[in-house]
């Protein structure tokens, strides 16, 4: 199911307001294991939004179109729908009476603009939006269908979880079903997976996506209809290359998979130049104990340990890198690793995952020190 997400608003296209709803559905819809095709951003333009409906339409089966449904005369969204697809706009007497019933149930008049919210392109289906006044509506042309919501962010997830999913899901179940398994991986860069991954064809029906997140590479193996028995081989397959890096599977977050292992068991933080990223990692823990200092050492053999429980310490950078340190009941294994990215936050993040990935390898009986490719490691101890 070839899927298109249009949003809308000059206030969007100038990058006043981030599109936080289209990330948040997009994501969303990946979870039910349909990939966008292609998300387009247009402001308020009647011209511009004609040409953008009528070509997603003419794509995709399903567009997803938000925001410009207001009362204003800057949304022009439904007007562009019903001129695009010779839909002439019509009252909704209906939604007129529930708009003017909202206004009267917090005893306030209704203004007069509120009325352009009932008027929706002729033959449209009315998505009833159950806390504003704007409705959304599916318009039909040819094999696409494209369902219109507004873009106040609480209004719109409500309205998509309630009003279009359930509709994806009956549309889709007429056509391929789609299974969706995520793999996490640390350690190995995008293009390094690319180049061990993608030289071979998937057995049809499945294809392989990537997403970074830093500093975790997820893999999407989507198959499009395809058989169980195909499925099965494709994971074996993704997972004897990706395995010396595989941190987490599955819906949960990999940090979560992690703290898991601990099944309640005390955790201890001293952090250094990670400023407080392991602390964001770890924070849903029910025990755990956190604490950053800038006077912590810079060689691995200086840093404090602990006797007993468990306790990970990311010291401070020195002309080596950044030394890492976890204690296991009375056993410290530690290593100092270079990490070569520009960005501060993102070099945080990296150190806090390197230090919790020490955790899960100790809590899995491998290896605590793994083999990275984007980590120069320059010391260790064990």
Not at 134 to 140: E, L
Not at 248 to 266: F, M, N, R, V, Y
Request: with cysteine; aromatic share 6%; proline share 5%.
């Amino acid at each position: 199911m070839r899927i298109e997400i249009i949003s809308t608003g000059d206030e969007i296209v100038t990058g006043l307001v981030v599109d936080t709803n289209a990330a948040w559905l997009s994501a969303l819809l990946l979870e039910q294991g349909w990939q966008v095709r292609r998300r387009l951003t247009v402001g308020d333009n009647l011209a511009d939004l004609k040409t953008v409906l009528q070509e997603s339409a003419s794509r995709a089966e399903v567009v997803l179109v938000c925001g410009g449904l207001g009362p204003t005369a800057d949304d022009l969204t439904a007007q562009a729908a019903a001129e695009a697809f010779d839909q002439p706009l019509t009252l909704f007497p209906d939604w007129l009476a529930t708009i003017e019933a909202r206004y009267a149930s917090r005893g306030r008049p209704m203004a007069q603009s509120n009325a352009k919210q009932a008027w929706l392109p002729q033959g449209s289906e009315i998505l009833d939006n159950p806390v504003g006044t704007a409705c959304g509506f599916v318009v039909r042309s040819g094999q696409s269908q494209l369902f219109f919501t507004p873009g106040v962010p609480f209004e719109f997830k409500q309205m998509v979880r309630e009003q279009i999913l359930p509709r994806l899901k009956q549309l889709a179940g007429a056509q391929i079903d789609t299974e969706l398994r995520r793999f996490y991986t640390f350690g190995v860069s995008e293009s390094a997976l690319s180049d061990m991954l993608d030289g071979n064809p998937w057995p049809a029906g499945i294809e392989l996506g990537y997403r970074s997140s830093m500093p975790l590479i997820e893999l999407k193996l989507i198959g499009h209809g395809a058989s169980a028995a195909d499925m099965e081989s494709a994971e074996r397959r993704l997972l004897d290359t990706i395995r010396p890096w595989l941190v987490g599977s599955g819906d949960t977050e990999p940090a979560q998979q992690i703290l898991a292992l601990l099944q309640g068991k005390p955790l201890a933080l001293l952090e250094g130049e990670s400023g407080g990223a392991l602390l964001a990692l770890c924070h849903g823990h029910p025990r755990l104990e956190a604490n950053f200092s800038t006077q912590l050492a810079d060689e691995l053999a200086q840093l404090p340990t602990a006797d007993a429980g468990l306790q990970l310490t990311i010291g401070r950078e020195g002309t080596e890198g950044v030394p890492l340190l976890l204690s296991a009941d009375g056993m410290h294994i530690g290593q100092t690793v270079k990490v070569s990215h520009p960005d501060p936050e993102s070099r945080r993040k990296i150190l806090a995952f390197a230090a919790l990935d020490m955790l899960r390898r100790h809590m899995l009986g491998e290896p605590v020190l793994g083999d990275y490719l984007t980590l120069a490691r320059t010391a260790q101890r064990s």
